[in-house]
């Protein structure tokens, strides 16, 4: 199962206020900074950090129960024991100061992708343009050095307006990406309003 790249969270919910107690851990901290570096286990945590191994437990139920570390691969010990290795989750956490919003913020989680998803399209069209214009003006260059005779001034008028038409090429993708967003904006502030009148 595809697994959630982004942790949404409400300032007034208990899951921030459980997050906020896991950082402010000085133990958690160094936890997290360890983690880091490479997956480890509880036994490993407690050897590099020289703190109690029930501590290293506590401190990893926490942040598991945050979404800020996960199990990343376990083994056997030589009692049959599963020993499990943890590393950082690969998560952006995203914090929304809104009250009664659950349902503002699950229809944010949900426009998220689409942002993503405008954002790199946009930034494809730019590229098909720029690659589109350059071929342009290539063809351009390659006909002028094939002609044999000198252009005359009417000639030299006429072909004036072929720059800025390779120029505005660039644009489309500035306009799509400012159009996206505009429609964004207006959507999140449509839901945002619609969400607080019902509460």
Do not use: C
């Amino acid at each position: 199962m595809k697994q959630d790249k982004f942790l949404l969270v409400n300032l007034e919910d208990e899951k921030s206020k459980n997050l906020a107690n896991v950082i402010s851990s000085d133990s958690a901290r160094k936890i997290l900074n360890l983690l880091t570096d490479k997956p480890l286990s509880e036994t490993d945590i407690s050897k590099n950090l020289n703190i109690p191994l029930t501590t290293v437990h506590y401190n990893i139920s926490q942040l598991l129960n945050a979404n800020l570390v996960e199990v990343h691969d376990f083994l056997w010990s030589e009692k049959g024991k599963k020993i499990n290795f943890y590393k950082l989750s690969n998560k952006f956490i995203i914090i929304a100061p809104l009250k009664n919003s659950s349902s503002f913020i699950d229809k944010l989680k949900e426009i998220i992708p689409v942002v993503i998803f405008g954002s790199l399209t946009s930034f494809g069209i730019y590229i098909y343009q720029l690659y589109k214009s350059k071929l342009s003006f290539d063809n351009i260059l390659l006909e002028e050095s094939i002609a044999d005779i000198p252009l005359s001034m009417a000639q030299v008028t006429s072909s004036a307006p072929v720059m800025p038409t390779l120029s505005t090429d660039f644009n489309y993708a500035l306009w799509f990406f400012l159009g996206f967003l505009s429609f964004t904006l207006v959507y999140v502030i449509v839901v945002y309003l619609k969400t607080k009148k019902r509460h």
